[in-house]
């Protein structure tokens, strides 16, 4: 009889997935062992994320304030959503008299950026690296437009202009 | 009697409107479907509600550049839309790159296929009203989203194909986690089986349900597991091995049904597949260079290219039409789920409404992919 | 009319006032206190139901306002509270806006049967389950009024659902019920109870009791729209269902409504097979309240087996639940209820 046989085999598949809920929920119950979510706001102390998560552009400032960019501008060609401005300035250099190229202002605009670091790959001096920052909600898109070079920063020595 | 009904009873076709913004149309699917009481009679499906115009956007991209567009297509499987582009580039410009390469790149589409695979398991559950079978392939997902962070730096839109190899050398940890991953699936792939795939009231809504046959699917040119639930054989891994596919053992696999269920099970299976190829290679994994050094502005010969992966969703091709330029004359993407959804109205004649929604979960659609 | 309110209380109203008054004083007192009654349940009901679904799913669920997250519902219900009342243009304004209270009073006029313990029930009428039955049969208007009366597709298609379903379900339901009253020979709730003093009606019924306890169970699920039989809501292919177009304060009378109507069946299961308010073996017997206890614990037990199904279950198609109603449930439910006679004439029972 294919009629009760039916009912029969239908409710101990109906049992077998009771059996398989049934298990998280009473594990999950007593030890909270299952449970895979994160306490998001809670953990922000303790949550750290991978060192290769790409969370941001920045600019890389060493304990002098002294970062590497001589704004050669090759990051601002490789950026396919035009997210970088990079504003580079002329002024003689003390030693050789020359004139040396300098950074006046990097700009970054997260709202369009992608994060598919290509500007980093294109920077031939490495001043460019990426932040792990992740907490980038602003209520206003403008304040996501941020400038890389931190005030009174300078080049580092050593890298040419 | 029936006639009698008729008769006497005027009955009316209606059109019901599914979607842009619809739980079970998975995005900006829009569904107009003629109904008559439940019963489904017709559906249009209208798309273009994400349209980006990505294609356009490659047009003024360079190779390098048109990379981490790709990724916003099938989000589901970036890093195979990814690898397309890079071996089209690769193949077109005859750079050869090294078995540690090739290696880890089929891992990654490996790994995204069972990420996408899962999901599609949760979500294929949801929709038919288990909620909780979301949460449980979300832990699977969560767990290779982690590997992926871990070695590329994002969880969904990867971006660690470049041309000429990887981005960054695997992490350490790599083959640490990917190891724990393929012990802790081996365990939880049977649970799915028991909880969801055996259930009676689940089998109910799904066998017999949105039939395709294999000529039809020939004909509305099906690809992916979509397809291989009807029969046709049509893995591109197979058909043109491509990256370290010609050096793993796996089996490709056909279901003949040519129901909702035959497509379930192609893609369940397909997870022991995609686990078994990882095991295959996660200790054999060369030594070598991960990257070999391009030119730095890509100019491909004149001529046109075309390149073919077996994405998540079936046979992802990008045709490139090149003047010689550093930027591609033409790109066109052929998308799997496109091709798929287009069978949509054939495998639904004269089903339900709750029908309709566990067909278009069986084919698998990710919108962003369909309208590019 | 039979009100076991607590005497005390009448005795008090009687020192200032005349007999009449004291009545409608009484009346009006309990209709507070099942309003009462009626909020706190459906608020606690839908904080355990995401707190459970939280653990079968591997979360936690709502845990962050109040201890364990119990306020995190009266919170909702305050937003709620707040929302404006939207509804379509070309609704049918008047229907529309009566709809949820057919839903809400029905589900009160339920709740006054409701045996809380020996000393709390409203309303013990003689024919008791009849009266309960066809009381939450009713309810089913109110879905249907929503799902008419919102001038929506998915609404309409949700409404048409419930009247299938509900009218199948509820024979089923019913039949499941009439099969316990042949085991107890009384329709008054009281009276049922107390016949279960030498051993619950599961037990004394054994074979046909639990036919009928599983019956009741599924066709219980099936009448308080939850999965795998929430084909009204299905939000993977209605949306909503009948409350689409509902916002505010008139879907969160759906909504509770929706989770009261569960605890009334779980009252009802728990009433006809699991001795109501008594407790195992009669061991607190002498404890006054303690009633209150051991019935909390049952129903939450059998609201817990509903959830159960719920957060495992896939959905039933329209087709599939008739299927089950009409070839599988309604026959065996009419064997059962032969069988249960056959078994009491035959003095069977244990």
């Known amino acids: 009889m294919s009629y009760f046989s039916d009912i029969i085999n239908g409710t101990k598949t109906l049992i077998t997935g009771m059996r398989i809920t049934g298990k998280y929920f009473f594990v999950n119950l007593f030890t909270r062992k299952d ?9 922000i102390d303790t949550l750290k994320m991978f060192d290769r998560f790409r969370g941001e552009i920045t600019l890389y400032h060493n304990e002098n304030n002294e970062h590497k960019c001589d704004a050669c501008t090759l990051c601002v060609s490789a950026c396919p959503n035009g997210s970088l401005e990079v504003f580079g300035d002329k002024k003689p250099d003390p030693e050789t008299g020359k004139n040396k190229r300098y950074l006046v202002k990097h700009i970054y605009h997260l709202e369009m950026c992608t994060m598919c670091g290509l500007c980093i790959e294109a920077c031939p001096q490495d001043a460019l690296e990426w932040g792990q920052d992740y907490h980038h909600v602003q209520y206003d898109r403008s304040k996501l437009t941020k400038v890389l070079n931190k005030p009174g920063s300078k080049l580092m020595s050593g890298i040419k202009g | 009697m029936e006639e009698f009904l008729t008769d006497q009873l005027k009955t009316q076709e209606y059109f019901l409107n599914m979607g842009p913004q619809h739980p079970a149309t998975h995005g900006v699917l829009r569904l107009l479907l003629k109904l008559d009481g439940e019963i489904i009679r017709n559906v249009d499906m209208d798309l273009g509600f994400i349209h980006r115009s990505i294609e356009k956007m490659c047009e003024r991209n360079t190779y390098k550049q048109i990379i981490h567009l790709t990724d916003r297509l099938d989000y589901l499987s970036s890093h195979m839309n990814n690898e397309a582009v890079c071996l089209l580039v690769e193949k077109a410009l005859n750079i050869e790159v090294s078995d540690r390469i090739k290696v880890i790149r089929t891992m990654m589409d490996e790994l995204t296929r069972i990420s996408s695979h899962v999901l599609w398991w949760g979500v294929m559950g949801m929709d038919i009203g288990a909620l909780t079978t979301f949460m449980y392939g979300f832990r699977e997902r ?11 730096g994002a969880r969904l839109t990867m971006n660690y194909n470049v041309i000429g190899g990887l981005r960054y050398d695997l992490h350490e940890n790599f083959v640490k986690r990917v190891k724990e991953f393929i012990k ?3 365990k939880k792939l049977p649970e799915y089986d028991k909880l969801l795939t055996n259930n009676v009231i689940f089998r109910k809504r799904i066998e017999g349900v949105g039939y395709i046959s294999e000529k039809d699917a020939v004909a509305y040119g099906l690809n992916g597991p979509t397809a291989r639930g009807s029969g046709v054989s049509c893995d591109i891994r197979k058909i043109h091995p491509y990256s370290a596919y010609d050096r793993v053992d796996f089996e490709e696999v056909i279901f003949t049904e040519g129901d909702s269920y035959a497509r379930y099970k192609v893609r369940i299976q397909e997870m022991w597949q995609s686990l078994s190829i990882l095991e295959q290679l996660v200790d054999k994994i060369p030594e070598g260079e991960y990257r070999v050094k391009t030119k730095a502005v890509i100019k491909l010969p004149e001529g046109d290219y075309l390149q073919r992966v077996e994405a998540a969703r079936g046979d992802f091709g990008i045709f490139v039409k090149s003047t010689g330029q550093k930027f591609p004359y033409r790109v066109k993407f052929r998308s799997p789920g496109f091709a798929n959804l287009t069978a949509l109205n054939k495998m639904t004649q ?16 990710v919108v962003p992919d369909i309208d590019r | 009319m039979v009100l076991n309110i607590f005497t005390d209380i009448h005795n008090l109203l009687l020192e200032y006032m005349s007999e009449e008054a004291t009545h409608i004083t009484e009346l009006i007192l309990i209709a507070a206190a099942y309003l009462g009654i009626f909020a706190i349940l459906g608020l606690l009901l839908v904080w355990l139901e995401r707190r459970v679904a939280g653990f079968f799913q591997l979360r936690l669920g709502p845990n962050r306002v109040g201890p364990f997250g119990l306020f995190q519902t009266i919170a909702d219900a305050l937003k709620l ?8 243009v070309k609704a049918d304004s008047q229907l529309y806006r009566i709809a949820p209270y057919f839903v809400i009073t029905t589900a009160l006029m339920s709740l006054a ?15 008791g389950l009849f009266f309960l039955t066809s009381v939450s049969s009713i309810g089913v208007i109110g879905i249907f009024l929503a799902g008419w009366a919102s001038n929506n597709k998915y609404s309409l298609i949700g409404g048409m659902r419930t009247g299938i379903q509900m009218i199948s379900y509820e024979l089923s339901v019913g039949m499941a019920i009439v099969t316990m009253v042949v085991l107890a020979g009384t329709l008054q709730i009281s009276e049922i109870i107390e016949l279960q003093k030498d051993g619950w009606f599961i037990f004394q019924g054994h074979i046909p009791a639990v036919i009928a306890f599983m019956i009741f169970m599924i066709a219980g699920t099936a009448e308080s729209n939850r999965v795998p039989f929430d084909l009204v809501e299905a939000e993977s292919e209605l949306g909503a269902g009948f409350h689409t177009e509902y916002s505010g304060m008139n879907f969160a009378y759906y909504f509770l409504a929706e989770f ?7 009252s009802i ?5 699991f001795g109501g308010w008594l407790s195992p073996f009669g061991i607190t017997d002498a404890i006054p309240f303690a009633g209150l206890f051991w019935f909390t614990i049952k129903v939450i037990g059998v609201i817990f087996l509903f959830m159960w199904f719920r957060w495992t279950f896939p959905r039933f198609r329209i087709d599939q639940l008739l299927t089950l109603e009409w070839k599988y449930l309604l026959p065996i439910n009419m064997v059962n209820i032969v069988l249960m006679a056959l078994m009491v004439w035959l003095g069977l029972t244990l």
């Open chain 2, 350 to 365: 004269g089903l339900k409404i709750a029908d309709l929604v566990a067909v278009l979960s069986t084919i698998d659609i």
């Open chain 3, 113 to 127: 049967l409701i045996p809380f313990s020996q000393e709390i029930q409203a309303f013990d009428i003689n024919i």
């Open chain 1, 35 to 43: 449970v895979i979510t994160q306490q998001y706001p809670d953990n």
């Open chain 2, 184 to 186: 802790h699936f081996k």
């Open chain 3, 81 to 88: 509270v707040s929302k404006e009342l939207t509804g379509t």
């Open chain 2, 142 to 152: 969560e767990m290779i989203n982690d590997i992926f962070e871990e070695t590329c």
């Open chain 3, 269 to 273: 299961a728990v009433v006809l097979f």
């Open chain 3, 260 to 266: 009261v109507n569960m605890f009334i069946i779980a």
